[in-house]
């Protein structure tokens, strides 16, 4: 998906509604995104600031896949109207996902500054992890624990007079 | 900085054009496709970095991807071929802000898991959240400072004769030590832990709270279950959490006996409010406020052997004042009436007067003395005793 650039207007005025700002992805493809929803990104926000939005921005550390959902998050979260109820629904919906997919969004949130996505995600792999033992945890997450025998036992002792 | 970044790139980017090998988008990797202006590619550094923090291994990584951790292996992976993303390679930040939403059996097992984790699970920044949360209205100065010298007293070279020094009782030694596992061996006289846990921590705090092994000092409205002889009193106890029942254990110390109370909700309990010690006469500074209706505690204990507790009462109007607001006179007089209104109206317990002027202790064996006064101000503590009443007047 690629579209022109849009002509760069002499003042940007934050308050027109309409205005698009074009993300190129690492892989080259390019989204447009309303203004709004862009400033959930405070990176966005300061790049639109300095006057990039000219021009794509480029954001080498997100691919076309992520970018693409991360748009699409962030034009929901600006959409006026919409309730607490549905957005929690439609939150839960986005994050319903395989786990690399979820560690893609938590790298594009933390790049690109966006609290909400971040603070959503988050939550998803506290969840991921509540409830698990260490070594379901070690399972789940593809962890290769390196604790020697006796390092092991000891953490093992440190814990468990903890919770019994 | 910037100059040195711009070349780093310079160099990757040639060291690139030159490899025979496809250029794969990788999670790690800083990609760069050329029609950008180096215009706009620096100011977009410099706005990068000053804004986000991110992991600068992000930024400044070779191009093969290398695991860290203090104790892990080193596993660098030739390109191009891609292993699965690991929770550990997340971001500090992010790892972080994971890690903030655990509860404490979370932390404790992801400590578990590898020793990246331990450390970082162990940090006082997510354990003081929990401590806050949980603790911070029975956790004051006093039960603080029992804590610093239980730890300073492990760390004394020598435990041998503990229980022959001044001031230390014998069963000091076992609330001292938390850890049944770290108790010293006073045989041999080894003073080497056998463990690097950080005890200082506010995780192990937190721990040692939750499993009850530190006992500390609080204070017991209505002791013994409601005993009518305690009713609208509060005693100095140590104290133990039983995370079973959620609630606690307190040993009360009376001269010849300790009693030991079970099953006292946290209601029922508060961190002392001022520093006096429960042997020790307050000096009440508030003698010249007190005015009919206030609030206030007052110590009382029964004979000189024993340590105060405190009893909540109010200030009366005087015999001789017909109780009308307008016309009242008692706030000038020397003579202060306290009142306990949960007593019978011909209880002895139900009326005392003190003199504001002079007042130290006063009474009798017989009928107990009365020490120290708080005047109460803040609602939270008044809204407390008043709930605390018993619903009816006590025989």
Redesign the interface.
């Known amino acids: 998906m690629s579209s022109s650039p849009p002509p760069s207007s002499a003042a940007a005025s934050p308050s027109c509604p309409k205005k698009m700002i074009a993300l190129?992805s690492?892989?080259?493809e390019t989204f447009e995104i309303e203004e709004a929803a862009a400033l959930q990104s405070?990176?966005l926000e300061?790049?639109i600031d300095?006057d990039?939005a000219g021009?794509p921005i480029?954001l080498?550390?997100v691919?076309g896949k992520i970018l693409a959902k991360v748009v699409e998050f962030c034009s929901k979260h600006a959409e006026p109207g919409v309730d607490d109820e549905s957005l929690r629904a439609w939150d839960a919906e986005f994050v319903n996902v395989e786990q690399?997919t979820v560690?893609?969004y938590?790298?594009a949130?933390?790049?690109l500054?966006i609290p909400t996505l971040?603070?959503l995600t988050?939550?998803v792999?506290?969840d991921m992890?509540?409830g698990?033992?260490?070594d379901e945890?070690?399972k789940f997450?593809?962890?290769?624990?390196?604790?020697s025998p006796e390092?092991?036992e000891?953490?093992?002792?440190?814990?468990h007079?903890?919770?019994? | 900085m910037l100059l040195f970044f711009v070349s780093c790139f310079s160099f990757i980017l040639i060291s690139r054009s030159m490899s025979c090998k496809p250029l794969l988008p990788m999670r790690n990797r800083l990609i760069l496709s050329f029609p950008i202006a180096w215009g706009q590619l620096s100011s977009f550094f410099m706005s990068f970095f000053h804004r986000i923090k991110l992991n600068q291994v992000l930024m400044m990584k070779p191009l093969k991807k290398m695991t860290t951790g203090p104790s892990q292996v080193l596993q660098v992976q030739d390109f191009p071929g891609e292993e699965k993303f690991s929770l550990l390679d997340l971001p500090e930040l992010t790892l972080d802000c994971i890690l903030e939403r655990l509860s404490p059996a979370g932390l404790c097992s992801m400590a578990e898991v590898c020793s990246s984790m331990r450390e970082k699970c162990r940090s006082d920044h997510l354990w003081e959240k929990h401590m806050k949360q949980k603790w911070n209205r029975l956790i004051g100065d006093a039960a603080t400072r029992e804590w610093q010298c239980q730890l300073a007293s492990r760390k004394r070279p020598s435990l041998c004769g503990l229980d022959r020094r001044n001031g230390f009782k014998k069963d000091l030694l076992f609330r001292v030590w938390p850890f049944t596992w770290m108790r010293p061996n006073l045989e041999c006289g080894s003073n080497k832990p056998r463990s690097d846990f950080p005890v200082d921590s506010i995780m192990c705090l937190y721990l040692s709270l939750e499993n009850g092994k530190f006992w500390f000092p609080a204070q017991v409205y209505n002791r013994e279950n409601g005993h009518s002889g305690f009713m609208l009193s509060c005693y100095d106890a140590h104290v133990s959490y039983d995370s079973r029942t959620d609630t606690f254990q307190a040993r009360y110390s009376s001269p010849g006996r300790r009693t030991v109370e079970e099953n006292i909700p946290w209601d029922r309990l508060r961190a002392p409010p001022i520093s006096t010690p429960p042997h020790e006469l307050h000096n009440s500074d508030c003698l010249n406020d007190l005015r009919p209706g206030d609030h206030i505690e007052i110590q009382w204990r029964k004979s000189k052997e024993f340590p105060y507790g405190w009893w909540y009462g109010v200030v009366g109007h005087l015999e001789s004042c017909d109780g009308n607001g307008d016309h009242c006179r008692c706030h000038y007089s020397d003579n202060v009436m306290l009142e306990f209104n949960q007593y019978p109206f011909d209880s002895r317990w139900r009326r005392t007067i003190i003199n504001r002027k002079e007042h130290k202790e006063a009474g009798t064996e017989g009928n107990g003395f009365y020490g120290g006064i708080r005047k109460l101000y803040a609602n939270e503590e008044i809204s407390t005793w008043k709930g605390l009443r018993p619903s009816h007047v006590m025989e």
């Open positions: 190129r690492s892989d080259g405070k990176t300061n790049m300095e990039c021009t480029p080498p550390n691919t690399a560690f893609d938590i790298l949130a933390n790049f500054e971040l603070n988050c939550n792999v506290a992890i509540r698990k033992t260490p945890i070690r997450f593809n962890i290769k624990s390196i604790f390092e092991e000891e953490v093992r002792r440190e814990n007079w903890a919770f019994e």
